[in-house]
Structure formats: C-alpha cells, structure tokens
T-cell receptor, first 114, second 111 residues
C-alpha cells in the first residue's frame, strides 16, 4: 500500500541553525501538508500546498518557514533559524487522488532544538 | 471549547467492551476525519465522514456526524488490547485545505 515517507526520523540541531525536513508524498496525490505536534499537545496545521503554491498557512508558519516541491516527488519544509520552541514532531501529509480526500500522514520527523 | 475537542480525554475499558469517543467542533466543515496515534508514532487514518453523511461504518468502527449539533462520535466495538492508542478527530475546513485537530482521547484497553 502506498505511504508517505519522511526523512530523517530524528533531527537534532542547535538554535539558530537551518533545518530541512523531507517528505515523499503518495505519488498520485495533489495536495501536500505539514503539521507539527509539540510533545503532549495537539497536532497543529502549518501549511498546505497545491499546484506548486501555498494554499493555506497558519499563524505558526511565519517567515522562518518555507516549503518547496523541488522535483516531482519530494516536498520539503525548511526552518531558517530554529528556536527552542520549534522542537516538535513534524508530520507531512498528502491527499487528493481525485476520488477521495483523506489526508494520509507520514511517520514524522522528531526535531530537537538545543 | 476549541474546534475539534474530544471527550473523554481518557478512557479505560476491558477487552471486548465497546469504546465511544465524542468530538465537538465550532465552525462549518467539509468533512470530519478520525485518526489513531500510538505513543510517539505517526497518525493512522481511520475513517472520513462527509458533512452530508450521518453515519459510516468500517469494520469495527462506527462514526456518526450531527452537523446541527456540530458533533461526531467514534464507536469501536469489541475492543482489543491492540486498540490502545490516542484517537483524534480532525475537521476539514470548507476550502478543503487544512485539518484542525482536537486534543484526542487516550484509550486504554485492558486484556
């Protein structure tokens, strides 16, 4: 069964450093998303991406964040200058193969900012 | 309460019993989706119910949606120890481009 994959599974970085989280969505999906979950808290929407542009973004998704689909398979989230409060599990999701709109999530990348 | 709030926050039952979790939301929605999350792991999609649907079944899962009350319920019948996890409802906005998650219900099924 097709699935969303994410790399790395765990990333440790120092405050102020740039990180890029990578995702490979399900191949025939058209919509891509990033969410995050701070330990013990709700899953929070960050951004959605469709047709090579941002479709919606939350207040969390400020100028420090950016997304890109550099080729036909990868979808990346970049955090330019990480803060301690960016420590969280980051989930990529994809949806929309034309017949159903369930969002399928990847296993997540645990980002630890020290 | 906030969009997509579940209750109870925690539920402990014996194997074989049914588990019911409720979700309430505030704004109009396109659909409502239920997810399961095992501790520290990813989100597994369980079931989607559209705003014009009232009930949906999938295996041992039964989901209802009452748009007049802005609420949904997830029923797991004949629970198993492997059902132990956190369960989240998530509402999709009318634009269909974001999900808003609730705080989840932590379900423990004792063997």
């Amino acid at each position: 069964e097709p699935e969303v994959t994410q790399t790395p599974s765990h990333q440790v970085t120092q405050m102020g450093q740039e990180v890029i989280l990578r995702c490979v969505p399900i191949s025939n999906h058209l919509y891509f998303y990033w969410y995050r979950q701070i330990l013990g808290q709700k899953v929070e929407f960050l951004v959605s991406f469709y047709n090579n542009e941002i479709s919606e973004k939350s207040e969390i998704f400020d100028d420090q964040f950016s997304v890109e689909r550099p080729d036909g398979s990868n979808f990346t989230l970049k955090i330019r200058s990480t803060k301690l409060e960016d420590s969280a599990m980051y989930f990529c999701a994809s949806s929309g193969d034309g017949s159903s709109y369930e969002q399928y999530f990847g296993p997540g990348t645990r980002l630890t900012v020290t | 309460s906030q969009q997509g709030e579940e209750d109870p926050q925690a539920l402990s039952i014996q194997e074989g019993e049914n588990a019911t979790m409720n979700c309430s939301y505030k704004t109009s929605i396109n659909n409502l989706q239920w997810y399961r999350q095992n501790s520290g792991r990813g989100l597994v999609h369980l079931i989607l119910i559209r705003s014009n649907e009232r009930e949906k079944h999938s295996g041992r899962l039964r989901v209802t949606l009452d748009t007049s009350k802005k609420s949904s319920s997830l029923l797991i019948t004949a629970s198993r120890a492997a059902d132990t996890a956190s369960y989240f409802c998530a509402t999709e906005n009318n634009a269909g481009n974001m999900l808003t998650f609730g705080g989840g219900t932590r379900l423990m099924v004792k063997p």
